[in-house]
């Protein structure tokens, strides 16, 4: 069994049972991950569910007032992220939800039909240090990090640059040590749960 395989098994033995896990709806899964931002687990449970309650859809956050958002954001703070996902919520029902696949879900097939012939660089909308730790693993050699960058900038200037590109490093440092890895070298196939691994 790799590393990887035993974190894997370890996660499904002990993991959590949290609110948002499980689902595949797309709209509870972007909740979860703008209420998670800096925020403790804990605080995001009940906020969670109450913030579904009140919108428990797409259309009926697009739909509603900001003041009815914010009033069901309370208590999580960092009021920005409510407002970003209202107007998140109106460009997915104005456009639709994406419909190609993501960085992550054509990283393998890129990596596989360039081969060693040329480095595979990405900058698909990483979030999360986990995020550039399977990037690496399915054969990137750089991960750009834009959107959190612009992100920061746009949300607190260049302390917020600074808190994201920090915060960013963190979890890929906790990602790397969780899975036994010293550096970004370290970082191989052998991480991903399957050769034919889908987000």
């Keep these: ?19 948002w896990r499980g689902t595949r709806d797309p709209y509870r899964i972007l909740v979860s991950e703008v209420m998670l931002q800096q925020t403790q687990v804990r605080r ?3 906020a969670y569910e109450r913030f579904l309650d009140a919108f428990p859809t797409v259309d009926s956050l697009a739909a509603a007032d900001l003041d009815g ?12 992220r409510a407002r970003r996902l209202r107007d998140a919520a109106r460009i997915v029902v104005r456009d639709g939800w994406p419909a190609d696949s993501s960085t992550l879900e054509a990283l393998p097939e890129v990596v596989a039909e360039v081969g060693n012939r040329i480095p595979v660089y990405v900058d698909g909308g990483f979030r999360r240090g986990a995020d550039i730790f399977k990037a690496l693993a399915l054969g ?43 550096t970004v070298a370290d970082i191989t196939r052998a991480y991903v749960a399957a050769p034919n691994w889908k987000l």
């Excluded at 790799?2 to 609110?19: V, Y």
């Excluded at 958002?69 to 703070?77: I, M, N, P, T």
């Design 1 to 19: 069994m790799t590393r990887g395989e035993a974190l894997l098994a370890w996660h499904r033995s002990n993991a959590r049972g949290l609110p």
């Design 44 to 46: 995001v449970i009940p």
């Design 69 to 80: 958002v914010l009033a069901a954001w309370s208590g999580l703070g960092y009021n920005t």
């Design 140 to 182: 990137a050699k750089a991960v750009g990090v834009g959107r959190p960058y612009i992100w920061g900038l746009g949300a607190f200037g260049q302390a917020g640059v600074d808190r994201v590109l920090e915060i960013l490093q963190g979890e890929l440092k906790l990602a790397m040590g969780n899975c036994g890895t010293q």
